[in-house]
């Protein structure tokens, strides 16, 4: 005999319903979630690289012309004309070595703070940790760097400069990097679903944040009373990190660590308040 519910439908056996309720407080960030669904994490990631380069014609050819014109522009107008020092490297490598962590920064900030609302449909269908989504516009973006790096390592070769003992601290970097743009990608991401104003300030944020970092001018030529202030950027030590690993530039630790305790700073704090909001993403999106 079949059981029904007081408006005469099939109940629901007890046995195989499921709640899913959202975690309270700040307390509910739940690792081993995001862990059981590492393969959507990779899907996703690999979807946003195939959604990428879809019918372009060029495809990958952007990961590396990207960073390349910009390295051409840069030295016609701040090496040429601006007549900025590069701390005796050639100013073309000077910058690329900056441009293709930067490339890849920006590229991964700007994804991740759009991914919620670019994945309106799947949010609001599917359940599964949101903070899948931010992650895979994070993680794609590093095969682009990967090929960018390439390069970096042929102009390398055609200027004559050895990497030291500090190439083997670039996937630190890369990890440092892909840090600061998920923790400020998780804050971004999660104001984008209630406030669309967001997705307009990206840009200019990144515009304004890469002249703040030193990129097309030397961590050497910002007078000594301002380094504590640029300290508190974490891209700017991550950059004079880049720097040194590649061209054989001296370390600058102390930079370099208050980059690693901003980024853990900014990944903690991103991650507890995306979970924090994350209940009402499909309510709101």
């Given amino acids: 005999m079949a059981v ?21 407080g700040w307390v509910g960030l739940d690792l081993q979630e995001v862990w059981r669904y590492r393969e959507l994490l990779y ?11 879809k019918q372009t014609v060029l495809g990958a050819a952007w990961a590396i012309l990207q960073p390349l014109l910009a390295m051409v522009v840069f030295t016609l107008i701040f090496s040429k004309v601006a007549k900025i020092p590069s701390d005796g ?10 441009l293709v962590p930067w490339t890849y920064f920006a590229n991964a900030l700007s994804l991740s703070g759009n991914s919620l609302v670019g994945s309106a449909n799947l949010i609001s269908k599917v359940y599964f940790p949101r903070l899948i989504i931010p992650g895979a516009s994070v993680l794609a973006g590093t ?14 070769l055609y200027y004559g400069i050895a990497p030291g003992w500090g ?27 209630q406030y669309r104003d967001v997705r ?24 000594e009373r301002y380094r504590s202030l640029v300290a508190l950027n974490p891209m700017a030590g ?3 990190g880049y ?14 660590a208050m980059a690693a305790v901003l980024c853990v700073l900014l990944l903690v704090a991103g991650a507890f308040y995306f979970r924090r909001v994350e209940k009402t993403f499909a309510d709101v999106i």
């Fill in 4 to 24: 029904t519910g007081s408006a005469g439908t099939p109940a629901i056996p007890t046995d195989f319903l499921i709640v899913i309720e959202p975690k309270r």
């Fill in 43 to 53: 899907f996703l990631a690999l979807r946003e690289i195939q959604l990428r380069y």
């Fill in 89 to 98: 490297v050639p100013y073309a490598i000077f910058s690329y070595c900056a």
């Fill in 143 to 156: 095969l682009d760097f990967g090929i960018a790096f390439l390069v970096l390592l042929g102009m390398m």
């Fill in 167 to 193: 190439v083997l601290l670039v996937p630190l970097l890369l990890l440092m990097t892909m840090g600061v743009a998920l923790g400020v990608g998780l804050w971004l991401s999660a104001m984008n679903v």
């Fill in 200 to 223: 307009y300030a990206i840009p200019f944020m990144i515009q304004l944040w890469m002249f703040a970092t030193p990129i097309v001018y030397p961590l050497s030529l910002v007078p």
């Fill in 238 to 240: 991550i950059i004079e």
């Fill in 243 to 256: 720097r040194a690993a590649m061209l054989g530039r001296p370390f600058q630790w102390d930079a370099l």
